[in-house]
């Protein structure tokens, strides 16, 4: 047995979509199998690989039941001594959820790689194999840990991964924490650290086991916000909420007020930022705790700590 085998588990994506060839809108994501996405990209040829579709979804539409298996799939790959690494090929709408997902349930210390593509594998000049090549590049690279996203030859760690694009090939960004490095023919340039990798097994435990997951949800303060929504999803019997502040974390007085009377009832309430960059300052008598990342991250985080 090959001692740098190289795992692939498909969930779907625009990297495996198919539409008109040579159009690179109005196709349908997820159509191609994993197996015929790796063969299609002579590159890989050599690599011993092991491939399994974990899911064969548009990542819009990822569920909480889809993050379970891929998670105790990546567990058990990273396992087995051969295996050097896992890519996993996945949608770029929620990448940056799964990527911190996995990161914190996972915390592995061999690299998970999560790539994508911003163009269907029937495009004119499709982006997904050169990304699949790096994102090989990166899982092979010595000393590479924890879970990654590899797009358009940028490596993005798991906690400032954020999709920043709606179309351009180059769609994700990490914020003003940079990325931790780039694939530049066929090796990789790392600029900063790998994610930490410190597993947590009673986490893993705890989602492997989960029959039904939390329901959180994200608020967002905007013009015109108030208690309303707020007091919605209380009485609909929310189990937490995120909500995304204006500026350094601000909320509308209303929308504070009703927030403070959920935590008052028992409810999880966190707060982030709807701004794209920086984190939350946490400032002497704020009433409402602060998360450091994004809202969609500050929500995995707000999932896992119900479940565990
Ligand atoms: N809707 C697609 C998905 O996230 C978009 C993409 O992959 O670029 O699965």
Not at 41 to 46: H, M, R, S, T
Not at 59 to 63: C, E
């Given at each position: 047995m090959s001692a740098d085998r190289i795992v692939v588990l498909g969930t779907g994506g625009t990297i495996a979509g198919r539409g008109q060839?040579?159009?690179?809108?109005g196709y349908v994501a997820g159509q191609i199998g994993v197996e015929d996405l790796l063969s299609g990209?002579?590159?890989?040829?050599?690599v011993p690989v092991a491939c399994e579709q974990v899911a064969q979804i548009d990542?819009?539409?990822?569920?909480f039941d889809v993050w379970q298996s891929l998670a105790a799939r990546c567990a058990h790959w990273l396992a087995?001594?051969?295996?050097?690494g896992i890519v996993v090929t996945h949608g770029t709408d929620t990448l940056e959820e799964t990527a911190w997902f996995l990161q914190r349930v996972l915390a592995p210390a061999k690299p998970v790689v999560i790539t994508c593509a911003?163009?269907?594998?029937?495009?004119?000049?499709?982006?997904g194999p050169q990304n699949l090549v790096d994102a090989f590049t990166a899982a092979r690279h010595p000393g590479a840990r924890g879970v990654l996203a590899v797009c358009a030859g940028v490596v993005h760690g798991a906690a400032e991964?954020?999709?920043?694009?709606?179309?351009?090939?180059?769609?994700?960004g990490s914020g003003d924490?940079?990325?931790?490095g780039y694939v530049e023919a066929g090796r990789v340039r790392q600029l900063r650290e790998w994610p930490r990798s410190v597993a947590d097994p009673a986490l893993s435990d705890a989602v492997a086991r989960a029959r039904e997951w939390p329901w959180v949800e994200i608020v967002t303060n905007h013009a015109?916000?108030?208690a309303r929504t707020v007091d919605a999803l209380v009485a609909a019997g929310v189990h937490g909420l995120v909500v995304a502040g204006?500026?350094?974390?601000?909320?509308n007085a209303a929308m504070e007020q009703a927030l403070l009377r959920a935590m008052g009832q028992g409810l999880r309430v966190v707060r982030s930022t709807r701004c794209l960059d920086g984190e939350v300052i946490v400032q002497a008598g704020d009433a409402l705790p602060a998360h450091p990342l994004a809202p969609v991250k500050a929500r995995v985080d707000l999932l896992l700590e119900l479940l565990a």
């Open positions: 060839p040579g159009t690179d809108l990209v002579p590159e890989l040829a050599g990542s819009k539409d990822m569920r087995q001594p051969d295996v050097t911003m163009r269907p594998a029937t495009a004119l000049v499709p982006d991964v954020r999709k920043v694009h709606t179309y351009r090939l180059d769609a994700f924490a940079g990325p931790i015109g916000a108030g204006t500026g350094n974390g601000s909320l």
